[in-house]
């Protein structure tokens, strides 16, 4: 049984009944309204803000994109704080920005950004802190809030991850001047590509509404440089849809999660990260990771192993984005000023998860983990 006959790939959009995307596509094809602003995208933006139980959204193109008009609608410059351990788009919405990434280090627990470190980052010309909640698992938002307000600089969340995550009941996304999701397809909730900001102001969303339509308030009137980072009705559609059975893609991701917790506990040199407290989780990835002298093997080797069985999983997040050519100059990207992300970075393989991911084939992956695959 060397071989899996189908590729098992880390994800795999769960696609709503085909049937019922066909009726929203032919009120698309009555009405000719395609994109800019149309009566799905309108929809959409409610029912998603019901659904997350935030007052203001702003549905973008793609996640990167509302990084970017992000840090535009702050208007923020200088320099500002982030994670290397996290997807290069939350780097490179900066770059796109002009504005200098420092990094900060992570802390061991759940691989977000360590309020510890971030203090002695701050300089004159910071801006802003920008976060990550990895995997979904919130950051430490109190804290970060706090060094936040006394230095008066901004906070913007990247909760690419974070869709339905709530802390104490509350969103989130709640936390912050503005956080980001991404709808991409390999996401917990997709409408394919897709992405949005949250805000806490009616006044914030018009500007970010705006800024994501050109700079247009009305019909003559540009305001400011805006770009097009719009989602398309097909899109906005695709997205009601998902909501109806978001609830039960989570419940299903969870129960992978659980199965996956118990056939791989208790194994020396493996870890996994546990729920938090008084967290609802929304289960977007299954990391394990792996100390290569206690577990007898390197995560590169598990990687390379899983593969000969057709089973793909991902390094998220190696390598670190400090590590990429356009930031690997930056001074805090030195391997001193973030160890626990380098250690991390090297010791991560995340596991396939995703709705239709069957029990035999979790089975399998544990069991080729554990080296009783023969
Ligand atoms: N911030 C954070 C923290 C992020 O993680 C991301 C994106 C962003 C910002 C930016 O948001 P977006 O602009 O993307 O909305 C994937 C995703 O493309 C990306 O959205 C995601 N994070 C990142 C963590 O993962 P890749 O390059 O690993 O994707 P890819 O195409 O290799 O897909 C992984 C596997 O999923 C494939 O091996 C097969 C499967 N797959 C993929 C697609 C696209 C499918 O089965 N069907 C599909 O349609 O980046």
Redesign the pocket.
Known sequence: MKHNEHPI?????ALPPLEEYTEYLKKIWDNKILTNNGPFHQEFEQALADYLGVKYISVFA??????VVALQALRLGGEVITSPF??V??THSLWWNNIKPVFVDIEPGYLNMDPEKIEKAITPATTAIMP?H?YGNPCKMNEIQQIADRHGIKVIY?A??AFGVRIDGNSVLNFGDLS?L??????VFST????AIICHSQEMKHHIDNLKNFGFRGETVVEEPGINAKLNEFQAAYGLLQLKYVDSYIAKRKSITELYRSLLKNIPGLSYLQDCDNVKHSYSYFPIFLDETTFGMNRDSLYEKLKEYNI?G?R??YPLISSFEPYKELPSAVYENIPVANKFALQVLCLPI?VELKEEAIHLICNIIKGKDN
């Open positions: 790939y880390v994800a795999q959009p793609n996640g990167t994109l509302a990084l996290s997807f788009a939350t990550v990895v990247d690419a991850h980001i991404s709808f991409h397809a390999t996401k394919i590509e897709g992405g793909y991902r998220y997040f995703y």
